[in-house]
């Protein structure tokens, strides 16, 4: 079956780490995106991409980082620069930027030690 | 701009009787419109989605929604709950066609539902 898989499911960060959240996809799909959710909010919007080797940042993308070297992968790194970075991220996808609906994976969920 | 508001951030219905989420959103545009479900520590599931074709847009495990533009409403009914809808609800708005890459999400409502 196509779909999103995300890893690991949990994740703890040591202050003044970086952490890598996987993010892989076997949909076919062209576009993908990142979101952070908390407690008591919606969705909001780090980072998504169009293509391989193109991403752009979203509503709130200081503290993080992404890359997209391949189709159907698009890992996202959570600095030392992100002050609050304990939250649910959830990962997306859709056939192209402009068509939806996003796909989403089952999420990673990040605490700090 | 865009926006969504869920009037209701916890619902509680008795099984087998009706339920009735509520969103209201603003818009500059034709929105598209979308109601995700997501149950503890998962993804989000499409339920449905409005795109500018029929205003009553049918779902997923018996849901439903209808587009009002006069009230700027998407509400979001069952005629009988299950114990399986408990869940978290998110209702999202898109002024762009089809939704594009911009989504704003609304802050969801916890529907609980008992025996």
């Known amino acids: 079956d196509g779909g999103i898989t995300q890893s690991p499911k949990y994740l703890f960060r040591k202050e003044g780490q970086n952490v890598t959240l996987s993010c892989e996809q076997n949909?076919?799909?062209?576009?993908m995106y990142w979101y952070r959710q908390d407690p008591g909010q919606g969705l909001r919007l780090i980072y998504y991409?169009?293509?391989?080797?193109?991403?752009q940042k979203g509503d709130i993308a200081e503290g993080y980082s992404v890359s997209r070297e391949k189709k159907e992968s698009f890992p996202l790194t959570v600095t030392s620069a992100q002050k609050n970075p304990t939250a649910f991220y959830l990962c997306?996808?859709?056939?192209?930027?402009?068509?939806?609906?996003?796909?989403f994976g089952d999420g990673t969920r990040l605490s700090i030690l | 701009a865009q926006s969504v508001t869920q009037l209701d951030s916890h619902v509680s219905v008795s099984e087998g009787t009706p339920v009735l989420l509520r969103c209201n959103y603003s818009?500059?545009?034709?929105?598209?419109l979308f109601w995700y479900v997501q149950h503890p520590n998962k993804g989000l599931q499409l339920l449905l989605k409005?795109?500018?074709?029929?205003?009553l847009v049918k779902g997923i495990n018996g849901f439903e929604a209808e587009f009002k533009k006069s009230e700027t409403s998407f509400h979001l009914t069952k005629p009988s709950a299950h114990m399986s809808d408990a869940a978290e609800y998110f209702c999202?708005?898109?002024?762009?066609?089809?939704?594009?890459?911009?989504?704003?999400f609304g802050t969801g409502t916890q529907l609980k539902v008992e025996l």
């Open positions: 949909l076919n799909h062209d576009a």
């Open positions: 818009s500059s545009y034709s929105p598209s």
């Open positions: 997306a996808s859709s056939i192209q930027v402009g068509m939806n609906p996003q796909h």
């Open positions: 991409s169009q293509i391989v080797n193109d991403f």
């Open positions: 409005y795109t500018s074709a029929a205003t």
């Open positions: 999202v708005v898109s002024d762009r066609p089809g939704g594009g890459n911009k989504l704003t």
